[in-house]
């Protein structure tokens, strides 16, 4: 009875590709009111984390290459959620900087209006 030696192929890691792309995105749409760029990022970093584990647990199944495009997406999507989180808050601020001058100065202008 002979022995057969099947060689070890490595395959890519689940979603690697997706991971990267949705970090790329994430940057890219991070100034869209900061919404689709959280979405993205969220996305990139759970895959990504998932990719991880999946990664750690035998990482002789799987390429350094996939591996290399989890990473990449996960820092990708990091920033992309840090610039959409930012570009959220500054577009809050900016709503409740304005909501307080407008509210602020349309009273004053209808007393002034009134006085006359």
């Given at each position: 009875?002979?022995?057969?030696?099947?060689?070890?192929?490595?395959?890519?890691?689940?979603?690697?590709?997706?991971?990267?792309?949705?970090?790329?995105?994430?940057?890219?749409?991070?100034?869209?009111?900061?919404f689709?760029?959280?979405?993205?990022?969220?996305?990139?970093?759970?895959?990504?984390?998932?990719?991880?584990?999946?990664?750690?647990s035998?990482?002789?199944?799987?390429?350094?290459?996939?591996?290399?495009?989890?990473?990449?997406?996960?820092?990708?999507?990091?920033?992309?959620?840090s610039?959409?989180?930012?570009?959220?808050?500054?577009?809050?601020?900016?709503?409740?900087?304005?909501?307080?001058?407008?509210?602020?100065?349309?009273?004053?202008?209808?007393m002034?209006?009134?006085?006359?």
């Amino acid at each position: 009875m002979e022995t057969t030696h099947q060689p070890n192929i490595q395959q890519e890691l689940p979603n690697a590709t997706l991971v990267l792309v949705f970090g790329i995105l994430s940057i890219v749409f991070c100034f869209c009111y900061g919404f689709l760029g959280l979405v993205f990022g969220i996305l990139s970093v759970v895959l990504a984390s998932k990719a991880n584990k999946l990664y750690k647990s035998s990482p002789q199944n799987y390429t350094i290459g996939s591996y290399n495009n989890v990473k990449a997406g996960k820092v990708c999507g990091i920033i992309g959620l840090s610039l959409s989180g930012l570009f959220f808050l500054l577009i809050l601020a900016y709503i409740a900087f304005f909501g307080f001058v407008f509210t602020s100065v349309l009273p004053w202008s209808e007393m002034m209006q009134q006085s006359y």
